[in-house]
């Protein structure tokens, strides 16, 4: 079982920046995907991006490109999520998601966080 730690979250105006962590621990966690699903106020759950275990492959919803940048420390075993041009719609509870290998989706994670608030003020 992989244990997820998010952090980072708060408030800030729209227009600025936010970097969320994600600290993994348990067996086989430094191999596994780790990546960022957010759910907004009265919406589903909605994909935003994961990194795969070598750090060498990422993957972004559209909404997100060109403003969210992933990255992984493998001597932390931490993932990053560096949040600019922050913007209103951006405001949800970002979850930290773990898994075997990537997924593009909400469902079918194996490991959740408890997720972490972030909202953008316009």
């Known amino acids: 079982q992989v244990q997820l730690a998010e952090s980072g979250g708060g408030l800030v105006q729209a227009g600025g920046s936010l970097r969320l962590s994600c600290a993994a621990s348990g067996r086989s966690s430094s191999s596994y995907t780790l990546g960022w699903i957010r759910q907004a106020p009265g919406k589903e759950r909605e994909f935003v991006t994961c990194i795969d275990g070598s750090g060498g492959d990422i993957w972004y919803t559209d909404s997100v490109k060109g403003r969210f940048t992933t990255s992984r420390d493998k001597t932390k075993n931490t993932v990053y999520l560096q949040m600019n041009s922050l913007k209103p719609e951006d405001t949800a509870i970002y979850y930290c998601?773990?898994?075997?290998?990537?997924?593009?989706?909400?469902?079918?994670?194996?490991?959740w966080g408890q997720g972490t608030q972030v909202t953008v003020s316009s």
């Open positions: 998601v773990g898994h075997s290998y990537p997924r593009t989706v909400v469902d079918g994670w194996s490991s």
